[in-house]
């Protein structure tokens, strides 16, 4: 990316901004300029019209440009000169009756007076309206001077203080609430240097420790923050519950969710860059009984591999699993509770297919990871775009392979199966604790059994157990620094693959249970998640009570 530009020696200046002159135009001139990509141009566009904050804070939170390159880049834009803050300047005309929460809000103070003509620090001079606002105010013409951010609100800062405009408050707990419900007050919390840093400083953490989720949970008289690695939480820190207002309103400004709104669950999406890499967070937000409670999923940049022994899978299960995968119809199901992999397994076999002749959509809430070549498409209930109805579009587009990322009512369960039995390869997932319960579920759901029977080429049932810490073992005393002390570190699959067809066919379609589905599955030679984990104990790779723990099981001594 280049550098911010030089600095101007004089330049035009900008007493109004013209209608041609807007943060549309901004954009296409540093793309232009080659400082922005095409995809960065459109990841700024896109979160303007979603996101409540100013438009140089967008472009600073997205990583794409610091405050002080900003700056430089707007002056150029612009045809303004470089300045700096006059110490003091608090005797500048109007000043001692401006509005300073206003100028928090919208970036732009009064620095001084040049021929009559009001000099204006601005962080975002392209704001609409704006200009004129303060034209007006003022009754002066104004000249634009562009600054970061953080040094117009420090100046900011500095005039209250010599002012004495902060005053102490008689009656503390009216003004908490009306300050709670002020969002001007809220956006301004969340810019604020101690919680920015705190949050940045967290997912970084997260990031740099291998974590899959974040809770942020408020009780009481505190925070918790949990980290979720391998599978299992652990506390990682307690913060003050002063801090909660911030840390929830940053979160949801940088989501694009609405920051006032306390009383119903939000989900969203941010992106925060970490270490040089862009790292997408999903956002679930729920109303507890002291707070709003925050859970963050890191998704990070998967690498799918058509190779299924990456994930764990031996080399039986392998052959079992890629024949089911290369039927030209039918279904194949993914079964297993939330967390045990069955996304990952479902990438990998739909990367095992993606070839140029064949046609791949997914249907998925909400997507995510993107794969090279093939179709995405994500569900969305605010719009009654649900799976069903998703899934009816995507059967008119002429697929060969639909990835239906969840099964979750009759109405998706009976497209898809008429899916499979119109020449078309479905994939999905359902939440059931077996292969055979695969069958007892979709018949749970009120499908025949006859069209289970036909259909289902096969079901994959999968957990993800941690590996042993090759690093340490269980009778050390001191802390491994490769696992911090939790004995494990990485994990794999156990799992058991039922392939449909002959005996267990006839046994689904004449009603069977989900015992009798089972035993005949082992009769024609497959194996169970049971032996399978059991297989991997006796290798070392894990342990008896971590295989308890996974399966809900009582462990041997």
Known sequence: MPGPPEAIDGGTMMRALGHSISETDFIEFLRGKGVLSVESAYRISAAIRSSPLPFDVVITELGLLTEASLAEWLRTYLGVPRAVFPAPFSMVPGLETYDLDFARTRGAIPIGLEEDELLVAFANPLEKGLLETLTYYFQREIQIRVFPRKEIVLAIDAVAADSQIATEDDNAPAEQSAFDNDVDRLRDIALEAPIINFVAKMAQNAFDADVTDIHIEPFSDRVQIRYRRDGVLSRNDTV????????????????????????????????????????????????????????????????????????????????????????????????????????????????????????????????????????????????????????????RQDPDIILVGEIRDKETAQIAIQAALTGHLVLTTLHTNTAAGAFTRLRDMGIDEYLI???????????????????????????????????????????????????????????????????????????????????????????????????NTAAET
């Open 240 to 395: 003050q519950k002063s801090m909660l207002s911030g840390i929830v309103t940053r979160i949801k400004i940088l989501s694009g969710l609405n920051i006032v709104e306390r009383r119903l669950p939000q989900d969203g999406r941010m992106r925060l860059s970490i270490r040089g890499t862009e790292i997408d967070f999903r956002v679930s937000i729920v109303p507890s009984l002291h707070g709003e409670t925050i859970v963050l999923r890191l998704l990070r940049n998967l690498n799918v591999s058509s190779d299924l022994s990456d994930l764990g899978f031996d080399g039986e299960a392998r052959r079992t699993i890629s024949q089911l995968a290369q039927s030209s119809n039918g279904m194949v199901v993914v079964t297993g509770p939330t967390g045990s992999g069955k996304t990952t397994t479902l990438y990998s076999l739909v990367s095992l297919l993606n070839k140029e002749g064949v046609k791949i959509f997914t249907i998925e809430d909400p997507v995510e990871y993107q794969l090279e070549g093939i179709t995405q498409l994500q569900v969305n209930p605010a719009i009654a775009l649900d799976f069903a109805r998703s899934l009816r579009s995507v059967l």
């Open 453 to 551: 029977a036909s259909t289902i080429r096969g079901v994959i049932a999968q957990r993800l157990v941690r590996l042993l810490c090759p690093s340490c073992s269980e009778d050390e005393v001191s802390e491994c620094p490769a696992c911090r002390g939790t004995h494990y570190s990485g994990r794999t699959v156990i799992y058991e693959v039922l392939e449909a067809g002959g005996r267990v066919s006839a046994l689904v379609g004449s009603g069977a249970t989900e015992t009798e589905i089972v035993k005949q599955a082992v009769a024609d030679g497959m194996t169970t998640m049971a032996a399978c984990a059991s297989r991997l104990v006796d290798a070392g790779v894990t342990s008896k009570l971590e295989v308890s723990r996974v399966l």
